[in-house]
């Protein structure tokens, strides 16, 4: 997309290493190798698991084949057709295996991670811990074949404001508005039709086409008449649940990036002890001092994103707007109890982190934190959700209905239509720029 925008080269992707962090092993992630220690560290672990652990390798090493036939796919939406044709042979011939097994593999999406693996493996403290990094339901497609996420990330080297800002940039210049601190308080439906938008602040603009990028439930339950939507599909977005959220902490340290023992991976996902833990505990009290965390360091891919010999650490653990009473706010909020509850995760999560970088709490020089509660604000997703749609499949909104991939964006309402994390399942930063790009083809394809 950004090359198509000819904005590669502004935004300026870099590729680094990522890592898995344990308790007693680091291992930077470069090929499937690396991936593969993992299986064999935990087999030392967990004896009596070694051979379901090393069919979860053969397993996660076809899904990856899997992965590489979508992901490496030359794709008409982004491409001309002429440059898709000429890279088809290729394509083919380095994907032969992975096509052979296609069908059947696609199939462990609609098998939940932690079933998949009690296929396999007995011990409940490792299913949980192989699961715990994941969003609860999480198919096994995207669990095992996220190996392949791990050892092909790339990010903005001006930070990820950058992309946000070439992407505006863009459309500005082509004639474009963005109206930021601009809620969206109606959409304008006449006979059954969009006519456009009502803004908070009383501007009105028309159109004949809306693409909403919001919250579902906002847009048909808050930004439409009740009139305006089918009665099943009204009922659909109630009873449907909502994904996680996350609890975030942002660190300014004073330690140089590269006195960070981490080998210069600026993406660490650590799981700090070898029990694991489960979704069924992800509301207890204890969750935080035992959760899993990410571990996000920008000024090891560029030190410019930190003032000199100073560092910003995103320490995050995936988290439920729903924890210890909505945040202690289940009542009413109480500014002191919401506040002390937040600090308290906030500790627990730095305290994991330091475990992994060592005197990291005698060094922090200002600290910031965003709650389930912080999202819901500043993104008025539901629930402060980062993931949409739940992706337990017997409890999201896409179990029945949604059709093909380029019919996903369409709506009930003439006129509507969708795009974003909300929009087809499961969710992801691919997911908002092929359905962007898909509502956009289907509105040029109407006004001409």
């Known amino acids: ?3 198509q925008l000819g904005l590669d080269k502004k935004v ?8 898995l962090a344990l308790q007693d092993k680091f291992i930077p992630l470069r090929d499937k190798d690396d991936y593969n220690q993992l299986f064999d560290l935990l087999g030392h672990r967990f004896p009596h698991d070694q051979k379901g652990l090393k069919a979860l390798s053969r397993q996660a090493d076809r899904i990856g084949q899997w992965v590489d036939v979508i992901s490496t796919l030359p794709n008409p939406l982004f491409e001309t057709y002429k440059s898709v044709l000429s890279k088809i042979p ?3 011939f380095h994907n032969l295996p992975g096509l052979f097994s296609f069908r059947s593999t696609g199939k ?3 098998v939940p991670l932690n079933e998949f693996l009690e296929r396999y493996l007995s011990d409940r403290a490792l299913i949980n811990l192989l699961c715990e990094l994941f969003f609860y339901g999480t198919p096994a497609l995207f669990g095992l074949g996220y190996s392949k996420v791990f050892m092909d990330y790339y990010y903005p080297y001006a930070g990820m404001q950058s992309l946000t800002d070439a ?3 863009y459309i500005v210049e082509h004639g474009g508005e963005s109206a930021t601190n601009s809620k969206v308080q109606k959409i304008n439906i006449d006979n059954g039709r969009t006519k456009g938008v009502f803004l908070a602040y009383g501007r009105i603009i028309n159109s004949r086409f809306v693409i909403s990028a919001a919250d579902m439930r906002s847009t048909f339950l808050d930004m439409l008449d009740p009139a305006d939507i089918p009665e099943q599909y009204h009922e659909r977005l109630q009873k449907a649940q909502i994904g996680e959220s996350s609890f975030c902490v942002f660190l300014a340290v004073d330690i140089p990036p590269n006195r960070l023992p981490l080998r210069g991976s600026p993406h660490i ?10 979704f069924d505990e992800t509301k207890k009290e204890y969750f935080f001092a035992r959760s899993p965390i990410e571990i996000s360091i920008p000024s090891l891919i560029n030190p410019e994103l930190a003032p000199h010999g100073k560092t910003g650490i995103i320490v995050s653990a995936v988290a439920r707007y ?3 009473d909505n945040w202690n706010c289940k009542n009413g909020y109480s500014a002191n109890d919401y506040v002390l509850l937040k600090e308290k995760v906030a500790d627990q999560l730095t305290e994991t982190a330091a475990t992994l970088i060592p005197g990291l709490k005698n060094r922090i020089i200002s600290r910031q934190i965003a709650t389930p509660h912080t999202y819901n604000r500043y993104t008025l997703n539901t629930g402060g959700s980062i993931c949409g749609w739940t992706y337990d499949r017997k409890n999201n909104f896409h179990i029945k209905g949604t059709g093909g991939v380029r019919s996903s964006v369409l709506t009930p309402v003439n006129g509507l239509l969708q795009a974003g994390h909300w929009t087809m399942y499961p969710d992801g930063a691919p997911v908002c720029i092929l359905t962007g790009r898909l509502a956009a083809d289907y509105i040029c394809r109407q006004l001409t």
Do not use: C, E, H
């Open 1 to 3: 997309m950004l090359a």
């Open 322 to 324: 729903d924890f210890n």
């Open 90 to 92: 290729v394509w083919l």
């Open 167 to 169: 992407l505006t940039g």
């Open 108 to 110: 462990l999406l609609d």
């Open 269 to 278: 996902y650590y799981m700090p002890d070898y029990q694991g833990i489960g």
């Open 12 to 19: 300026a992707l870099r590729k680094y290493v990522s890592a």
